[in-house]
């Protein structure tokens, strides 16, 4: 299987070309921070998104287990970090999504198709839990903003909520979907979501576990179609279109996803540079068509706690939010406690019901600032 490795971008102003060798760039070359880019313009009166200290969470301890003593109990722990991981790109993503007032521009449309892709990444990865008799745990374990990916995966990052603004593209959205570096024996080397899911693949081969149809979905989830694993083949074809739809090949930015689309850090790339990416001569670099940076929502990063003393409305809105949030949360346990797709469904529903109360926070100012205030994804444990 090829390795993924990071592609250092162009200059959002000039077009810089990409070079083959840049865009394969060399682990020497990539080592160091997640992604490699030019200087964010930073929107005065913004937080910027912070780097929280790097951990050593429960998929770096996972990958540190030698080959030989992986076994069931070490899939289903990594498949349960699997599941943290893939949702808790969701909410960020909505708020990126949820700020843009128009969804018919180019930049809305590729986080709606990201964020389908995230849903569907999810469904996969709780299938294959419950096909080694797992039971993927979604409200215990939902991420808490702002806070470092689950697991220790790119360490230092920290995802935050926000409305969509470049630095959020670029220390987030980016961020969360950069490629990986091959792993060494150095402790302090990140480790991208890619390079788990190859280490994740290894062992489900190596291993070769019986797997279980019971209480596995199908269901159509956006422009994908959610299917039960039954085989080592299927397990491997799944783990793929997770890896390429989020980060792509080593081969090339665009080659990659089964479904036509560029693979999701290449398309957050485009927002932040603002033109598409294109290959002219063997070179890559964003200078195709525009992608011009859209009118948004100014929501206001959420601090550590959520919002302290919001006025009425937004209180009230708040609480009907994480109510229905929290909805969501024991709907998806359920789906697959229980093999039921209307529980799956229901789930879908409440996401979108998510959506109305999200932007009319997102048009609620904050007092003193020219910021509004925005969804903090709470939950009571």
């Keep these: 299987m090829a390795k993924t490795e990071r592609s250092p971008e162009g200059s959002a102003d000039t077009g810089v070309p990409l070079r083959r060798r840049s865009v394969l760039a060399s682990a020497a070359l990539a080592a160091g921070t997640p992604v490699a880019l030019a200087p964010v313009a930073h929107t005065p009166g913004r937080p910027e998104a912070h780097r929280a200290p790097p951990r050593r969470g429960t998929a770096v301890r996972l990958v540190a287990v030698p ?3 992986r076994d069931i109990a070490w899939l289903r722990s990594a498949l349960q970090v699997a599941v943290e991981i893939e949702f808790a790109t969701i909410p960020p993503y909505l708020c990126g999504w949820w700020s ?12 709606r198709r990201i964020v389908s892709d995230e849903m569907y990444h999810l469904g996969i990865v709780c299938n294959l839990l419950v096909a080694l008799g797992g039971r993927p745990r979604i409200r215990a374990s939902a991420p808490v ?4 990916l689950p697991g220790g995966v790119h360490p230092g990052v920290e995802v935050c909520l926000s409305g969509l603004t ?3 593209v670029h220390d987030v959205m980016m961020a969360i979907e950069a490629p990986g570096v091959p792993l060494t024996d150095s402790a302090d080397d990140p480790l991208s979501i890619g390079l788990f899911y190859e280490q994740l693949l290894s062992a489900f081969l190596a291993v070769a576990p019986e797997l279980h149809t019971d209480r596995q979905l199908h269901e159509r989830i ?4 959610l299917r039960p694993v039954r085989t080592l083949e299927d397990v491997e074809e799944a783990v793929e279109i997770i890896k390429e739809q989020g980060e792509g090949t080593s081969h090339s930015p665009a080659d ?5 689309h560029m693979a999701h850090y290449y398309a957050f790339a485009e927002i932040y540079h ?3 990416l294109r290959e002219t001569g063997g070179e890559w670099g964003f200078t195709g068509p525009p992608v011009p940076f859209p009118d948004v929502r100014p929501m206001a990063r959420v601090p550590a706690g959520g919002w302290k003393n919001p006025p009425a409305e937004a209180r009230h809105l708040l609480d009907a939010f994480d109510e229905t949030y929290a909805g969501v949360l024991d709907a998806l346990d359920t789906a697959w406690a229980e093999g039921d797709r209307d ?7 409440g996401m979108r019901r998510l959506q109305s109360p999200g932007e009319e926070l997102m048009d609620i100012p904050m007092a003193g600032t020219h910021e509004t205030y925005g969804p903090q994804f709470s939950v009571r444990r």
Excluded: H, M, W
């Design 67 to 69: 080959a030989e003593r």
């Design 100 to 111: 843009v007032r128009n969804r018919k521009c180019d930049a809305a449309r590729l986080i």
């Design 145 to 148: 903003y702002p806070g470092p």
């Design 166 to 168: 470049k630095p959020f």
């Design 222 to 225: 956006g422009e994908d179609t």
């Design 256 to 260: 990659a996803p089964r479904d036509g």
């Design 274 to 276: 603002g033109r598409q």
């Design 343 to 349: 529980s799956l469904r229901t789930a879908v529903r």
